[in-house]
């Protein structure tokens, strides 16, 4: 029997962090589920009903976004958190080593906005490309 060993590229902390913004989606966007990130957004939560019925669900999905996605030297904690409350100056771009379009949001306050919600959608698959750059 193998055992299937994982890394803790997410953090529960976070999750419950960005849940108390979660009515927005922001903690399923984290976690890598923008589709429902994106019916969270548009229905707060659907309607608060799924946003607290998250609060149970954030270990579980910890779980599979550890499971998910490539560790490495750029952390995902530290890029979603830039992302979430600087997104618009695109610190987390620049984080991400991609200085040109980070300048670029910084002017255009996250090409504005449309950038920003790109990388609400993919930015968990640009940290692991990243990651997997070293490899």
């Given at each position: 029997m193998e055992i299937q060993q994982t890394s803790n590229?997410?953090?529960?902390?976070?999750?419950?962090?960005?849940?108390?913004?979660?009515?927005?989606?922001?903690?399923?966007?984290?976690?890598?589920?923008?589709?429902?990130?994106?019916?969270?957004?548009?229905?707060?939560?659907?309607?608060?009903?799924?946003?607290?019925?998250?609060?149970?669900?954030?270990?579980?999905?910890?779980?599979?976004?550890?499971?998910?996605y490539q560790p490495g030297p750029v952390d995902y904690n530290i890029t979603w958190i830039l992302l979430t409350f600087l997104g618009a100056f695109g610190i987390h771009r620049m984080y991400l080593g991609k200085w040109i379009t980070g300048i670029i949001y910084l002017f255009t306050l996250g090409v504005f906005g449309l950038g920003v919600i790109y990388d609400f959608w993919t930015l968990n698959e640009q940290i692991t490309l990243k990651n997997n750059e070293g490899i």
């Open positions: 590229t997410h953090s529960v902390v976070i999750g419950y962090l960005l849940w108390i913004f979660g009515f927005l989606g922001s903690h399923r966007f984290y976690y890598g589920k923008p589709v429902t990130g994106t019916i969270w957004f548009f229905t707060l939560g659907l309607f608060f009903i799924g946003w607290i019925i998250d609060l149970f669900l954030i270990p579980g999905m910890d779980r599979e976004a550890d499971i998910r």
